[in-house]
């Protein structure tokens, strides 16, 4: 910790050796899985420094209200509290916010515009003294009523605003050919309204980290975070300081999925820390956690789709409506997302999209796995299947009729550049083994489980299909680039390779795909990974299903680098990297890679930047927005007891093209884990509010898929690769998070005959629903 007074914390991040064999293509363990498994991992929040005190938040209770006065005497005044912070002690500046927009308060100033917004600050000597402190300050407030309706903040111009900023955040249209002349043309219309509702993270490792105060007047920051550079950006000025006098190091991230995007408590604690002279930690706990993030944006959609006879879709007339809160987050890019994906992966002439991301008093919403075209898939798919029955045609060979394919220009205008087979896909799954017949015999099998609600009567087996296209990598212009550092030197007679990058691992694995690209490039055994910190350039966000492409192309370019110049002090020709040894194709082997190396060490650090992308534009929605579109198929088969409304999700088959396997164990983990947050969407997980009020912020009444609700998963993965990715690859964390939703909502659909708008579907839409017409 360069000019840092104090000494490194225990159970601090360090290097990692990473163990066992395999390049590209290998399925080499994880070398934090062990101890994930056994307890022994450590995550930020078991960051401990001796004098260190514990920071903790005041947060309000009301949505929208105006703070008349506050008081923190009583709570400064608490034995054992060092510090007591409002808005007037934030020594820089006092707003911070995503892609420039800073327009969220460190700490409340004059108002709160939702629940769970950030007060007041205590440092203490135990974290039990600052929650005490805590209920020692003393605040009174004019109440208000607040703004809580997303249609209105929208399209009503008398509807009072959130904030200064002008309503909506982002109006996104897409305009394609002519729809009104199409509608007229049109043989057959469907049309829906669709509702999504507010699907929160569920991270199980909360909002935590420790600062720790420098001699230099900076300070160190031990977080656990998605981005530490764009953390950078906006705590800096916050705290008053230039980016290096702050020394960011990642701590153990407990999961992400967007939801570590935007800053939690990396100002409060450094504040604290500056002002007391001591290390400050702070640990949200389950029920801080549910305020201390944004979540997935609500989103109220209405489509209507005209087709010929034969189900060949003419016109798509979409609107999309996303609740992004009370301040602005990754809302416009959300926006974006949910426009340029609006009609999914199919073939259709005439488009009219509009995408509108609002300001509320509702929770702030932001960034989670799928960003937007999650809530326009399960929209777009329902559609398909309500165009299936119209047309009487079943749901795949609709989806077949309408497939896009390589050649297919989307609503957007881009070209799909590389292969897309999503007929054959469609076709794999249906054909796909299809699961056991129910054996209602075990109770276990059956909806409700060992609850005994049912012993088969009731039970209804449905089938259901879901395609989902999610654009990978940062989109709409954006300067996308990740940077690595790699250093080739022999340590204890063993040639090694340092990987040191900014990357966020955030359980995706990225530290074994590391150590396996840099295998491969440069023939080494031995692979150490540096501590992700911000003593090296930017990796950008891990997000958008990037870091593999990214983060692993600079990885690739600077091992290239590497080994160029390691080759360069050889006079032989055609040489390459084997085993650890360099070898000629016409001289055999020239030496070890300890003998040319010797004391010498060789560095080398890259930028890798993809495809330049362009912006949509603002009246036609048309650019080449995204620089890679990844899809995934799903088929879900579950049994519905209908006059409880129980679901049970029997089996989910998933076929998903990624380009190149780099690693096959971690690619199905994150098929299975993105299947699991779609099941957890369709069928269970919302936060819900009222009044914007938020009801159950607690594992107990917020519910998340257990390993008791994931059922088998049948696999088929495809490599159809693209040629503008290293080695061919494709983004794949987040498109079976897209389809798997929409394929069991359409099961429960096959099971029951009800129309199900709305999800999570709950047990009372089903026993109260009106069957489909």
């Known amino acids: 910790m360069n000019g840092s007074r104090q000494s490194t914390p225990l159970r601090a991040p360090h290097e990692i050796a990473v163990p066992g064999q395999g390049g590209v293509g290998d399925s080499p363990l994880r070398p934090d899985g062990t101890l994930k498994v056994k307890g022994e991992f450590a995550y930020s929040s078991d960051l401990w420094i001796d004098g260190m005190l514990w920071g903790a938040t ?29 808005e007037e002690d934030v020594p820089g500046r006092k707003h911070f916010g995503l892609d420039h927009t800073w327009d969220q308060p460190v700490l409340a100033i004059g108002e709160v515009r939702h629940q769970g917004e950030p007060i007041a600050l205590v440092a203490a000597d135990h974290p039990e003294i600052a929650r005490r402190a805590l209920e ?76 720790v105060p ?5 300070v160190d920051l031990y977080v656990a975070t998605q981005w530490m550079h764009n953390d950078l950006k906006q705590i800096g000025p916050c705290l008053g300081l230039p980016e290096s006098k702050i020394r960011m190091t990642l701590s153990g991230v407990g999961g992400a999925f967007g939801g570590r995007e935007d800053l939690s408590m990396q100002i409060h604690a450094a504040m604290l820390a500056m002002r007391t002279g001591r290390p400050v930690k702070m640990v949200y706990n ?199 550092r790699v250093r080739l030197e022999v340590v204890g007679g063993e040639a090694t390779a340092l990987v040191h990058t900014a990357a966020a691992e955030v359980g995706q694995g990225l530290v074994t795909v590391e150590a396996q690209i840099a295998r491969t490039e440069l023939g080494v055994e031995r692979v150490v990974i540096h501590p992700a910190d911000n003593q090296v350039g930017d990796a950008g966000s891990s997000s958008a299903s990037r870091q593999t492409y990214m983060t692993g192309g600079a990885v690739k370019a600077a091992c290239e680098a590497v080994r160029d110049r390691l080759f360069e002090r050889l006079e032989h020709d055609d040489l390459s990297l084997v085993g650890g040894k360099v070898v000629s194709a016409s001289a055999g082997v020239i030496a070890s890679l300890e003998e040319i190396l010797g004391d010498d060490a060789i560095e080398e650090t890259r930028e890798y930047h993809h495809e330049p992308t362009t912006g949509m534009d603002k009246v036609t929605g048309q650019g080449d927005s995204h620089t890679q579109l990844a899809l995934c198929v799903h088929r879900a088969v579950v049994d519905v007891d209908v006059e409880l409304g129980l679901v049970k999700v029997v ?105 199900l708008n709305r999800v999570p579907v709950r047990p009372e839409h089903i026993t109260l629903g009106a069957a489909v017409s």
């Open 286 to 484: 389950r029920h801080e956690s549910f305020f201390g993030h944004v979540h997935r944006h609500p989103a109220e959609m209405r489509y209507e789709y005209g087709a010929t006879k034969d189900g060949r879709i003419v016109y798509a007339d979409v609107e999309i409506l996303l609740d992004g809160g009370a301040y602005t987050s990754a809302t416009l890019n959300v926006v974006g997302n949910a426009a340029s994906l609006g009609v999914g992966p199919y073939d259709i002439p005439n488009i009219k999209i509009d995408a509108y991301g609002v300001y509320t008093n509702n929770p702030p919403c932001g960034a989670m796995r799928g960003f937007g075209a999650v809530q326009a898939c399960f929209a777009y798919e329902s559609m398909m299947d309500r165009l299936a029955a119209a047309c009487g045609l079943d749901p795949v060979t609709v989806r077949q009729r309408n497939a896009a394919s390589q050649g297919t220009r989307l609503a957007t205008g881009q070209v799909l550049w590389a292969p897309l087979p999503m007929a054959e896909m469609l076709e794999q799954a249906r054909t796909l083994p299809m699961p056991a017949d129910l054996d209602a015999a075990d109770i276990r099998n059956l909806p409700g489980g060992a609850s005994q609600t049912t012993h088969g009567e009731g039970v209804m087996r449905g089938v259901g299909y879901g395609v989902g296209l999610k654009n990978i990598c940062f989109s709409e212009g954006y300067d996308d680039y990740s940077t690595a």
């Open 214 to 218: 420098a001699d230099d007047g900076g």
């Open 58 to 86: 005041l947060r309000s209770p009301h949505p929208r209200a105006r703070i008349v006065s506050i008081d923190t005497s009583a709570a400064l005044a608490h034995p054992g509290v060092h510090a007591v912070l409002t």
């Open 136 to 211: 020692k300050i003393a605040i009174e407030w004019e109440v208000l009523d607040p703004l809580v309706d997303a249609r209105r903040a929208a399209f009503d111009p008398s509807y009072p605003r959130v904030q200064e900023r002008p309503n909506p955040a982002r109006h996104q249209p897409v305009r394609v050919g002519d729809v009104e002349s199409a509608r007229a043309a049109a043989e057959v219309v469907v049309t829906g309204t669709f509702e999504v509702g507010i699907q929160d993270q569920a991270f199980l490792g909360p909002e935590s980290g420790l600062a």
């Open 651 to 755: 089996e989910l088959a998933a076929v998903q093209d990624v380009g190149r396997i780099i690693n096959r164990l971690s690619l199905e983990g994150q098929i299975h884990g993105g299947s699991a947050q779609g099941l957890g969407l369709a069928v269970m997980e919302e936060i819900v509010v009222r009044d914007g009020k938020v009801r159950n912020p607690s594992f107990t009444d917020y519910l998340i898929p257990t390993i008791q609700d994931m059922p088998p998963m049948r696999l088929e993965i495809l490599e159809n690769a693209d040629p503008r990715a290293p080695y061919g690859l494709r983004g794949a964390g987040e498109p079976p998070t897209l389809s798997s939703t929409p394929a069991i909502v359409a099961a429960i659909r096959d099971a029951t005959g009800l129309a």
